[in-house]
């Protein structure tokens, strides 16, 4: 087994050290997918060692911690001198649900997405309401973004709702998405103007958004790999 080798401070040094370590996380906690990061620094405090990293995929970029814990007998063998015992933070909500392509598109989607449900299970529903209408922003933009990345910058500045109605192509999604984002509105103003429509309603809008939107990325997946069907 190949040992990674990390630098690191300790507390009250200025000076840094290296160690030898058994392993370097191999998914990054906030996208949940499989990812090869590179350590950044590390700091020992006592006998537990933190190692910074950031997963690498441009989409998430998201830093997260290793800690590992010293190695008291060492193996001749497999001389590490510390050894991985979890990475931070623990991202406890389910994200099972959601397609790896939509979380390669938007892991922000999926993460407010999944908290949202978090909240909605606790009967948190004003939390919940908002933190759906936050989901759907970013998985319009996000989606957006991924299918023409020069018009970042302008579509980061647009508000939602001027994003459906200029830039989405597809009628399937546009309908969907206005619609959420009309019930999605409710969630964050002061007056309800659709008071006859639930929590309910604006998750399953954006679920069917979602849907629509992963049908686009599987049609366009496989155009691509298969360009002449027969
Ligand atoms: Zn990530």
């Given at each position: ?115 949202a449900?978090?909240a909605e299970?606790?009967?948190l529903e004003?939390i919940a309401g908002?933190g ?67 929590i ?31």
């Amino acid at each position: 087994m190949m040992t990674k080798k990390v630098s690191y401070l300790e507390e009250g040094s200025n000076t840094f050290k290296y160690a030898e370590v058994n392993a370097f996380s191999k998914v990054c906690p906030y996208c949940d997918l499989g990812v090869d990061v590179v350590s950044r620094e590390g700091y020992l405090i006592e006998d537990t060692l933190q190692i910074l990293f950031i997963c690498p995929r441009n989409e998430c970029r998201q830093a997260f911690i290793g800690v590992y814990k010293k190695i008291l007998v060492k193996d001749p063998i497999k001389p590490v001198d510390y050894v991985l015992v979890r990475t931070e933070p623990q991202i406890k909500y389910i994200k099972k649900d959601i397609d790896t392509r939509i979380m390669s598109i938007s892991p922000v989607f999926a993460t407010i997405f999944s908290e949202a449900g978090e909240a909605e299970a606790l009967n948190l529903e004003n939390i919940a309401g908002m933190g759906y209408r936050k989901s759907l922003e970013f998985l319009i933009k996000d989606y957006l973004i991924s299918k023409n990345i020069e018009d970042r910058e302008n579509i980061e500045r647009k508000s939602l709702g001027q994003c459906i109605n200029q830039d989405i192509d597809n009628p399937n999604i546009k309908s969907m998405a206005a619609r959420a984002a009309w019930l999605g509105n409710d969630e964050t103003h002061y007056s309800r103007k659709h008071a006859s429509m639930s929590i309910i309603d604006l998750k399953l809008l954006i679920e069917a958004t979602q849907y629509w939107i992963l049908m686009e990325l599987i049609k366009d997946e496989y155009q691509s790999k298969l360009p002449n069907a027969r």
